[in-house]
Structures are given as C-alpha cells and as structure tokens.
C-alpha cells in the first residue's frame, strides 16, 4: 500500500518537473528571442498574421525604394528641360536682335548660325536625356505615348497602387516648334519671336507638370512611410515579448520546476526509508 502510494507520487512528481521545466524552457527561448510567438505552436493564428505584415513591410519598403527612383527620374528630366528653356530664351533674346532694322542680312546671318546652334543642341539633349536607359525627353513619356511608364508605389497590384509618369512631353525642336526659325531676314527673325515664345510657353508647362508629379511623389513617399510605421507597431503588437509579463512567467517557472524537485527528492527519500525498513522487519 505504501510503495502504491510512493511509486504514485513519484510519477506525478516526474510529470510535474517535465512539464515546469518545458514551461521553464519556453520562457528562456521567449526571453532570449525578444519574441512571444517563435514558433507556430505559441500562436497558430498570431503568426500567420504577423507573417503577412512582414510581408506587406517589406513590399511598402520596396515600394518607397521605387517612388524615390521615380523622383530622381523626373528630376533629371526636369533638369534637362531647364537647359533646353535656357537656350530657347537665348534664342529669343538673338531673335529680338535680328528683327532690329539697324542690321544687314549678312548680319543677320551671323546671328542664324547660333540659333542652328542652338537648335541641334535642344536636338542632342532630347534624344539622350535619359535615366537608367529610360529615354525622357524624346515623346515616349508623353501622355499620349502608347507605352505608359508607372511606378509602383503600392504593395497591392490595383491601379490606385501605380503612379503614371506619362507627364514628358517630346522637346526637340521639331516639337517645340523651333526647327525651321530663320532670322536671316528681319521678317523671318520676327517671326521666330513668337516661335521661341511658343517653345518656352510649351516647355515651361511639362515642367509645371513634372513638379506636380514630384510633389505627388513626396505625398505617396511620406504615405508608404506612414504605412510602414504602423506595419512594424502591429506586427510588434502581435509578436513582440511582454517582458514584465514573460520575466515573471520566468519566475513562477522557476519556482514550480524547484518546488516538484524538491517534491521528487523528498519522495524518493521516503521511499528509500520505507524499503529499508522493510527489508529489517524481514531480517
């Protein structure tokens, strides 16, 4: 009846140490982890959740990486445009001096060979402003053009995840309107007045709009950073240790795996004493 009983409480006892100890041991591994859910065992659904957020952070980190690409592509093609406004104010300013009746033709003339100048060099910057082989300035990012060029600035594959950059006009000089100007009569440099005035009305527009682009690009930037934000404080929400609460499980652990040892050996002992009291009666 007694090592019945003593061979009952010597189980329980062992069941008790393994169970505190894998108890002990879940709180070592959650503590060193910083984690509450390191394994699909702790949380089926919490890390199934945690592990889509992980997911959508990335992509939005992706997806910021693309948006300040974007914003460096415009501001090369705005940059080039800058330029080629520059040369058509030069060529203007060489216009109004031509229409000036004080010079001769073969002044005028004189005058024509820097807007040819002028002319092959808007030519040159329109067809090799480009960024990372994307032609700018050449008509393919026109809003009519039939290649769109978007950027993905979302984590999700809907039209309201993608920006158009379709906002470049062509500006070469046949575009422009520039490419048959001649100032070497005083009728034909009056004429190219208006033909520059024109030229830098048209470029000064698709830079108005690749600056409403770049500021919608600093909105969609500072959005998808927004987003991360609270991306990263979810996943920290479902997934992050509790360390007030994980150091006193580690407590409690302790304690009940100290507590079923020192059970165990107390039991042991008293098994011992009972055999050998047993074996005395029978000697």
Do not use: H
Request: proline share 1%.
């Amino acid at each position: 009846m007694v090592l019945g009983i003593g061979g009952s409480s010597f189980l329980n006892s062992q069941r008790n140490i393994n169970a505190s100890g894998s108890r002990l041991a879940d709180s070592f591994a959650k503590l060193s982890s910083g984690k509450r859910i390191n394994t699909a065992a702790d949380d089926a659904a919490g890390l199934a959740i945690a592990t889509k957020l992980n997911s959508d952070m990335t992509a939005a980190n992706q997806a910021q990486n693309n948006i300040t690409d974007a914003s460096s592509m415009t501001r090369v093609a705005e940059g080039g445009l800058s330029q080629i406004s520059d040369m058509l104010s030069r060529g203007k300013e060489l216009a109004v001096q031509a229409s000036n009746g004080t010079l001769n033709n073969q002044q005028r003339a004189t005058i024509q060979n820097e807007i040819s100048g002028i002319q092959q060099e808007i030519n040159r910057i329109s067809s090799t402003t480009e960024f990372n082989g994307q032609k700018l300035l050449d008509g393919t990012m026109a809003p009519n053009a039939p290649t769109k060029v978007e950027v993905q600035a979302g984590v999700q594959n809907t039209p309201n995840d993608r920006i158009s950059m379709n906002v470049v006009n062509q500006a070469n000089s046949q575009a422009l309107g520039v490419a048959t100007v001649d100032v070497s009569t005083q009728q034909g440099a009056q004429n190219a007045m208006a033909a520059f005035d024109n030229a830098i009305s048209k470029v000064s527009d698709t830079r108005s709009s690749i600056g409403a682009l770049q500021n919608r690009f600093d909105k969609a930037a500072s959005n998808i950073g927004v987003y991360r934000e609270n991306m990263q404080a979810a996943v920290s929400n479902i997934q992050d240790m509790d360390y007030a609460q994980g150091t006193s499980d580690l407590s409690r652990n302790q304690i009940l795996n100290q507590a079923a040892t020192s059970v165990l050996k107390q039991g042991l002992a008293t098994q011992q004493s009972t055999i050998g009291a047993l074996l005395n009666i029978r000697g």
